[in-house]
């Protein structure tokens, strides 16, 4: 029997439509519960789920033989579907794209703590600033 072996770490933002604050800390538990799920029904493993009220960041650890984007894009709109249909007076709109970074098996801690303290952060930065710094947009 084969057996891989591999740590291919991603670092990943989905931002809501505009930018509007459209996750409520009720659905937040809904969404971040959902994406862990349909994680694991993809292969992956979801280590870190947090964000504020207009984007989550994920650290995902995705596996070789599956197309990084298709995960992606496959999280964002079935998530949004499942909010649309099971939380009532819900729309959750992912603004076009993502952005995604690469993440060291050294680095994963660090980058663990950043998702934790989102709520924190963004008491002093903006998303576009938070971005800018991590994804030298």
């Known amino acids: 029997m084969r057996r891989e072996n591999y740590s291919a770490f991603y670092h990943i933002a989905l931002v809501t439509d505009l930018e509007k604050p459209m996750i409520s800390d ?36 995705i596996p070789p033989s599956v197309p990084v984007c298709e995960v992606i894009e496959n999280l964002k709109s079935s998530s949004a579907n499942y909010i649309k249909k099971n939380v009532s007076a819900s729309d959750l709109r992912w603004k076009e794209g993502f952005y995604l970074s690469t993440i060291s098996p050294g680095d994963l801690e660090r980058i663990e703590a950043h998702i934790d303290s989102q709520v924190i952060y963004h008491l002093e930065k903006n998303i576009q600033d938070e971005l800018t710094s991590f994804y030298c947009l």
Do not use: F, P, Q
Request: glycine fraction near 8%.
């Open 26 to 61: 009720k659905l937040k538990n809904i969404l971040y519960d959902y994406l862990d799920i349909k994680g694991k029904s993809l292969n992956c493993e979801i280590r870190r789920i947090g964000g504020t009220d207009n984007h989550v960041h994920l650290a995902i650890c």
